[in-house]
């Protein structure tokens, strides 16, 4: 019913920077919550930064003042910016909605989906 589409990973120097975008589609009445997450090898998914539908937002400790998330609700879409990357930054990148959707006419749900997730390799 919904996709959640990432792109914008790669590979940089460190210093560098980088802009991942996450475009959702499918029949969406609305997007609550919005986030990145990210999961280095042989480590555990953690929260990089969130945003509400009213623009509020949220940062793991280790990316405030590098890292910035924006979100544009004409086209579905959450964005993160990361700059001043580091090589402890290498992960795979994964996008995160509660999107509401319409089942039937009038009957909507709330539920979340994930991205596939994309690569971020930072070399020093």
């Known amino acids: 019913q919904v996709q959640l589409v990432e792109s914008g990973g790669g590979l940089v120097q460190a210093g560098g920077s980088l802009r991942l975008s996450c475009a959702a589609s499918?029949?969406?009445?609305?997007?609550?919550?919005m986030g990145w997450y990210r999961q280095a090898p042989g480590k555990q998914r953690e929260l990089v930064a969130a945003?509400?539908?009213?623009?509020?937002?949220n940062y793991a400790d280790s990316v405030k003042g590098r890292f910035s998330i924006s979100r544009d609700n004409t086209k579905n879409t959450v964005y993160l910016q990361m700059n001043s990357l580091k090589p402890e930054d290498t992960a795979v990148y994964y996008c995160?909605?509660?999107?509401?959707?319409?089942?039937?006419?009038?009957?909507?749900?709330?539920?979340?989906?994930w991205g596939q997730g994309t690569q971020v390799t930072v070399s020093s």
């Open positions: 995160n909605a509660e999107v509401v959707i319409l089942v039937v006419a009038t009957i909507t749900q709330r539920r979340e989906y």
């Open positions: 945003i509400s539908s009213g623009g509020s937002t």
């Open positions: 499918g029949i969406i009445s609305s997007i609550n919550d």
